[in-house]
């Protein structure tokens, strides 16, 4: 369950695209509703749960793609894996580049998920595996800053040209990292007109949920040296001059200003 602490500070970044809380289960859920509508491919269910902020579940017969092949729900299947679609598409040179890719791909355990269950984020009342952010530019930097502000960790992206669904639904639990990418690049996301270009796709996975709630809390969402108030530029100002005085007294110098 995300706590009425996390949920107002989810709400407080009052984001244009809602965030999602995504769980993954063996039992069906039994608080939220099946989906009922035609059938679609996995990565545009999270813009149905953004678009009508429902409670609800879908399982593997859901799924018009292969984000059930990302979860475990179901083992490779010989014409995709061997290449064939992604060469036809264009997105490889030969069969070959897109079958190693099945090798190198992360993977929920198999037969481990029956369920994909999602709500929005601000009135979650399960105990999410991802949180999920489809932002602009300006809010991405306040959401994966906080996913770096206490721990100091790296912000990496790791992808492919297709199943994306694989990077941002099972890699980021099966490396425990946030991952991240950029709407417009992705083969099935583009095809199927998910979401305009640029936007950031942030994955944020259950263990790093302590330290983004708690960095939303403590940082600033304006970093001093961007805002235009005179008194904050009077204390980078000060800032400044502390560097210098630092810098002298180590027989150094400092070039930031």
Not at 153 to 181: F, G, R
Request: aromatic share 12%; net charge negative.
């Amino acid at each position: 369950m995300i706590k009425e602490r996390e949920n107002k500070l989810l709400a407080e970044l009052d984001l244009k695209i809602p965030a999602i809380a995504i769980r993954f289960c063996l039992e069906k859920p039994a608080d939220a509703e099946k989906y009922q509508g035609d059938k679609l491919a996995f990565c545009q269910y999270l813009k149905y749960a953004q678009d009508t902020k429902k409670h609800f579940y879908i399982d593997a017969s859901d799924d018009a793609c292969y984000g059930k092949l990302a979860l475990g729900m179901e083992p490779y299947q010989p014409v995709t894996a061997s290449g064939q679609a992604g060469y036809d598409f264009g997105c490889y040179y030969t069969q070959m580049p897109n079958r190693l890719l099945y090798k190198d791909l992360p993977l929920l355990p198999a037969n481990t998920i029956r369920y994909v269950e999602y709500a929005p984020a601000v009135e979650c009342r399960f105990k999410p595996d991802l949180l999920f952010f489809v932002a602009d530019i300006a809010e991405a930097d306040v959401i994966m800053r906080a996913t770096t502000y206490v721990s100091g960790d790296l912000w990496e992206s790791i992808s492919s040209p297709v199943m994306s669904c694989t990077w941002m639904y099972a890699y980021p639990l099966v490396s425990k990292k946030v991952n991240h990418i950029t709407t417009g690049l992705y083969h099935g996301l583009k095809r199927r007109k998910a979401y305009p270009a640029g936007l950031r796709m942030i994955s944020i996975p259950y263990n790093k949920f302590p330290e983004f709630f708690q960095s939303l809390e403590d940082m600033d969402k304006v970093l001093i040296a961007f805002r235009e108030d005179e008194e904050s530029k009077a204390q980078l100002a000060k800032y400044i001059e502390h560097w210098q005085e630092m810098a002298r007294e180590t027989g150094t110098h400092v070039d930031l200003k």
